[in-house]
């Protein structure tokens, strides 16, 4: 009825109908113990808030601008928020699992033990596979179950002002927030204190379609060595995508923004996917003159800013096989740089070491076979030496590592819009406080991620003893390393990294990530 009104020209009229239904809403919700239940119930009525905010930002002045933004932030990844802040609640189990629990976290285990080793071929086809049928059946299940063991959690509903936001974004970074209201694209940007929205006259199908031929295009060149001629013709048809991409979502900001030193991007739906260092234009790729980090939302990137560090020391887990040998060599290699190194390598990198080396590590390391199931993403996870280790057993950790590095295939991928947003490995470390994560889009490449994960540690070496580290910028000089051996996107841009990158703007009693008690050593 809202959108109705506000596009029959009854703007006023509009914006109270919507202001009254996400009132409605967020009262109901708030009736729910459950953050999981208060996320799916919030995830089927997101209409009333994209409503609210294009009556707003059609009002054009500034208070609805900021009213806009913050509607915004109310109804994008509460989930995550939410999750995020158990572990500062409730961090550990409840110890008093009933036997149909117990019984069916073994038959679970014994599900994901049976699937194909290399995740490969079984990442392609575990929706055909009966069972997976049963693994998505007893994952929804112990959902249900485990409702009655989690208890109310304190309300953080409060939403943080565009005041508190704009505050806490350092001078050099812009903010780029992106939103999806009725299948069209918005930008709200703030940079300097100051606030601006775009509406782009992109749909997200426009954009859907883009991200999938993107996607194909590098998986197409990940296949093997064409020879020179239709590597070169593979190039251009990516380099033509990314270009696109560019025009639809980067040329639309305002110049300020787009001349920013920094930017905190928080993509929406189907631009999770998108490598948006990798877009492409006459000046060259965003890489080369911006550093990119991501977030799931402005509040989001600033309550993990503001966590302790947690843990002490690094693990290095890997597991290769005769698909991918240089593993193995990935995780020597890392480990050089470290000291206090918990280093679980081939058949001791089970999930019980590894789950055990996580909950007291500050930084980790894991590279192995990942998959990303879209149409079951609670089976998503990282193969280990015994098993295969899901985003439930990420979730049910008593903490985690402040900075994770998942080096495998797919581990930065998640649902793209509603409440299983957050069920992507990545997400699943952030919802358990991880305040930094470098992940990856597409199928990670042996030796290009052997490489590019060598020079990120060496870079993350040098900005240590410079007291300089934004984890994103190491990752960004090691992939234009690589991109001058391997032209092709599909080598170099397939990581990210989402990280706050406001730690100038911590409360004051925030351990440093990186200068107490170094973690990194020399080079040996």
């Not at 808030?49 to 509460?78: C, H, K, P, T, W």
């Not at 980067?250 to 996917?273: C, K, Q, T, Y």
């Not at 990280?499 to 911590?506: D, F, K, M, S, Y």
């Amino acid at each position: 009825l809202a959108r109705i009104q506000i596009r029959g020209g009854r703007r006023s009229e509009g914006i109270r109908t919507a202001r009254k239904a996400v009132e409605l809403i967020e009262r109901i919700r708030m009736g729910f113990g459950a953050n999981r239940i208060r996320s799916s119930f919030l995830a089927s009525r997101t209409a009333a808030y994209e409503s609210l905010v294009e009556g707003l930002i059609d009002s054009g002045d500034a208070d609805s601008i900021q009213e806009a933004f913050e509607v915004m932030e109310r109804s994008r990844n509460r989930g995550l928020v939410e999750r995020t802040m158990e572990r500062f609640v409730d961090s550990g189990s409840t110890g008093n699992e009933s036997e149909s629990v117990v019984a069916l976290r073994r038959r679970l285990l014994a599900l994901y033990a049976a699937l194909d080793p290399n995740g490969l071929e079984d990442q392609r086809r575990a929706r055909m596979n009966v069972r997976q049928d049963e693994i998505d059946a007893i994952e929804i299940e112990l959902d249900r179950l485990m409702l009655g063991t989690e208890g109310r959690r304190p309300s953080i509903d409060a939403t943080m002002s565009f005041e508190e936001v704009a505050g806490r974004i350092p001078a050099d970074t812009a903010l780029i927030e992106y939103f999806v209201a009725d299948g069209r694209l918005l930008v709200f940007t703030i940079l300097g204190g100051v606030l601006k929205v775009v509406d782009t006259g992109i749909t997200v199908e426009d954009i859907s379609k883009a991200v999938t031929e993107l996607h194909f295009q590098c998986r197409r060149r990940l296949r093997g060595d064409p020879g020179p001629r239709v590597a070169a013709r593979m190039h251009l048809a990516c380099e033509a995508v990314l270009r696109s991409l560019h025009r639809q979502l980067v040329d639309p900001l305002p110049s300020s923004v787009r001349s920013a030193s920094r930017w905190l991007l928080i993509p929406h739906g189907p631009l999770s996917a998108i490598p948006f260092h990798a877009l492409l234009s006459d000046d060259g790729y965003v890489l080369d003159r911006t550093v990119i980090t991501t977030a799931s939302s402005a509040a989001m990137a600033i309550r993990l800013a503001s966590t302790r560090v947690h843990g002490e020391g690094v693990v290095v887990a890997t597991v290769s096989d005769e698909r991918a040998p240089l593993i193995q060599d990935e995780g020597d290699n890392v480990a050089a740089f470290h000291r206090d190194v918990t280093r679980l390598d081939g058949k001791a990198a089970t999930a019980d070491a590894v789950l055990a080396g996580l909950s007291r590590a500050r930084v980790a390391h894991l590279a192995c076979h990942g998959r990303f199931l879209p149409g079951s993403p609670r089976s998503s996870g990282l193969r280990l030496a015994d098993r295969w280790v899901t985003v439930r057993d990420i979730r049910e950790l008593p903490a985690t590592p402040s900075v994770v590095i998942l080096s495998g295939c797919e581990t930065g991928l998640h649902p793209q819009l509603g409440a299983n947003e957050i069920l992507g490995l990545a997400r699943a470390f952030a919802t358990r406080g991880t305040r930094t994560v470098v992940a990856s889009l597409w199928s990670a490449h042996d030796s290009a991620s052997t490489s590019l994960m060598t020079s990120m540690h060496a870079a993350i070496a040098e900005a240590v003893n410079r007291k300089d580290v934004v984890l994103g910028h190491s990752l960004a000089e090691a992939q234009k390393s690589l991109r001058a051996q391997r032209p092709h996107p599909a080598y170099w841009a397939s990581f990210f990294c989402a990280e706050p990158c406001l730690a100038a703007h911590a409360d004051s009693q925030t351990s440093s990530l990186w200068s107490e008690a170094p973690v990194f050593g020399e080079h040996r």
